[in-house]
T-cell receptor, first 119, second 113 residues
């Protein structure tokens, strides 16, 4: 298993450009999500999905779109990049068996991250 | 005020020391508490998990939760240079919360030879 993969690893954009950050997992996980990580801010949830065709907003959704047409893929789209979107983006996935009263049966997996610089 | 507060460090300790990492939180609904370890330029990995109050031990790592004080801790015994990383606390109120976690900002730890 490759786990959670993200592409690209690094990207430079100009203000106003659009792009898609790719995320894929081969573990048949129902849950997938996108976080951004900024110095002094920790990881903040952008969007998440509980299954194919179902997405919802997290803490900081503005400026980002997502869709989940398959279980494996969860792309994050930046519609019109702004310098404030300079960050490291992490995709994560987990099985819905993670959250039981007895504790997580499986760990939550994070991808290696995409470093985005918006000029 | 952030829901989860964590001292960013950096924290530097000699090899073999006992390390104490802490988070405080304000949302009394949080019931599930996790510690993640993140090496430089890598994604976080789940290290420890605790439900409600109490202690949990796994090898050199011990996680403690005190819900009455809204305070969680991670202790690392016999620290090693390989423990040098950023440690993130995370928490959730829901059993079925999936990936909806609230993270602390992370504490950077360096274990020196």
């Amino acid at each position: 298993n490759a786990g959670v993969t993200q592409t690209p690893k690094f990207q430079v954009l100009k203000t106003g450009q659009s792009m898609t950050l790719q995320c894929a997992q081969d573990m048949n996980h129902e849950y997938m999500s996108w976080y951004r990580q900024d110095p002094g801010m920790g990881l903040r949830l952008i969007h998440y999905s509980v299954g194919a065709g179902i997405t919802d907003q997290g803490e900081v959704p503005n400026g980002y779109n997502v869709s989940r047409s398959t279980t494996e893929d969860f792309p994050l789209r930046l519609l019109s990049a702004a310098p404030s979107q300079t960050s490291v983006y992490f995709c994560a996935s987990s099985s819905n068996s993670l959250w039981t009263s007895g504790g997580p049966q499986e760990t939550q997996y994070f991808g290696p991250g995409t470093r985005l610089l918006v000029l | 005020q952030k829901e989860v507060e964590q001292d960013p460090g950096p924290l530097s300790v000699p090899e073999g020391a006992i390390v104490s990492l802490n988070c405080t939180y304000s949302n009394s609904a949080f019931q599930y508490f996790m510690w993640y370890r993140q090496y430089s330029r890598k994604g976080p990995e789940l290290l420890m998990y605790t439900y409600s109050s109490g202690n949990k031990e796994d090898g050199r790592f011990t996680a403690q939760v005190d819900k009455s004080s809204k305070y969680i801790s991670l202790f690392i015994r016999d620290s090693q240079p390989s423990d040098s990383a950023t440690y993130l606390c995370a928490m959730s109120p829901f059993a079925g919360g999936g990936n909806k976690l609230t993270f602390g900002t992370g504490t950077q730890l360096k274990v020196e030879l």
